[in-house]
């Protein structure tokens, strides 16, 4: 070989050796693409969220990816310890639900977690019929209690008959039965109710009732029924483990859940009572709990520390399904609150834009005006709050006759000073905050106040007695609700309609839009009715505001769905479990 010849012959080796590295760069490089792509496969079905704030729309990731690690424990903090885990008997009492709701009792039917619409839990078919009198539902096959029984339709009569029973505390809830004209059996798995008349929640609240195994709590004397505050059984995914009366509540994995898709990761959730607030973030600080419902104003602070975000997810978000609203309740049957100018008069002395940007520093809080959702259809927009105005307030007092007549200071009618007793649940310090504001604005009217700070036990038996002169509660709410618990005149003793609000149109309204099947003509109804609330004030809204959750950063899988949450979703990656 000449040299021309040996020049020729390298060059042809460096070029195979340019295209074999090119050769190896494209294979390099699918390898790249395709070990990335294994990485967002992964990590789609487990976005988490560190974000403080979001509008609650955002849209769960596609795909079912990485399903997670089994074991660890969910440790929630619970303000308030629940009389009861009966969950029939308790309405007023969240708590109650926390615990077992869908933990431990399922219901036939729920909602979609990303849209406003029914699917079957329970149930593998539902349907209401075109002129809204005849709701069918079918049982899945393989649904069956933790203790193996298979949920039948029987089941779902003894859980409607208890409900129903006049000797059951169950009012809460039979209030929503009171149209159902009858059931019938079809088969173990098919059932069939018939409505009264039409009511535009009925399936809702049918396929809605938590559903009691008849084996465990069949009765002779309702009262054995109302009694049974403990030793749940149910069909969902978690069971009972355990009561300790002042300290705990807990729940263990269902290993049996009938629905394996389903099956929860976290092995263990403990509701710990922790009454005092600030002992409970202490509590999630030392690690001692993982998730806590947090006071605005704590929410507020640690949502802006950056060491604190770092081991804590700082969920806020609009609960379309769940949102509810604070509220300062004037009891008409005691003589302060019986005129509509006083009650009117009261609200105007409340600085609610104080309160939203001094009490609560969350800018997304609102100012309600009924008890509708506020960016539900039920809500009628055009109705404004009404602002903070102490003058205007001592004109309507004035307008009533409410005078100081004897020069005291204090304004008088009738021989009785204007002196009243304002009840709150004690270690609150939001209601404490609130109750102190009005206190001061209400001293500078010639109005005294006196703050009444009980324990939760005692706080809500004197509601439900309706043994007060002006109480602060909340309520929960949703997108479609029906105000008859709380607002219909018939509910002045036995249901929620604690201030004893009278308002014979109201009535109407309520009566006429639960048969309203059309939303367009109900939702008018119900505009007509919240302006009469608004009028009346038989309330002071103070406000509402998205729901806020610290939760450790432990958890994964964390994610925020138009209706809400699911913590049945999350997980802890092995590496990261502290409990066995």
Known sequence: MNNKGLITFLLFILLLGMIGLQILSMIQSDRLYERLNRLIDATAGRQTFTTTTTTGTTTPPSGTGYPGDEGDWLIESIAAEPATLNELVESSTWSTRWIVSENIFEPMLSYEPNEFKL???????????????????KLRDNAHFSDGTPVTTDDIIFTFETITDPNVDAAGYANYFQDVDRYEKLNDREIKFYMKKVYFLSLEYLGGM???????????????????TSNPVGSGPYVFEKWDTGQQVVLNRNENYWDKSKKPNIRKKVYKFITNDTAALQALQAGEVDYLRPLPEQFGIKSQEEEFKNKFYCLSYWDAGNTGYFWIGWNQSRPFFAERNVRLAMTYLVDREAIREHVLRNPEAQIPTGPFYIYGPQSDPNIKPWPYDPVKAAQLLDEAGWIDHDGDGIRDKNGVPFKFNYMIVSGTSLHEQIAKLLKDTAARVGIEVTLDPFEWSVFIKRVQDRDFDAVSMSWGGGVKSDPYQIWHSSQMKQGSNYVHFNNSEADALIEEARQTLDEEKRNALYHRFHRILHEEQPYTFIYTRPEQRFLDKRFENVKIYKLGIDPMEWYVPKEKQRYK
């Open 119 to 137: 699917r079957g839990i329970l149930a593998e078919k539902f349907s209401i019929s075109e002129n809204g009198l005849e709701i069918y539902f």
């Open 210 to 228: 938590p559903i009691h195994p008849k084996h465990i709590y069949k009765y002779k004397n309702a009262n054995e029924f109302n009694n049974r």
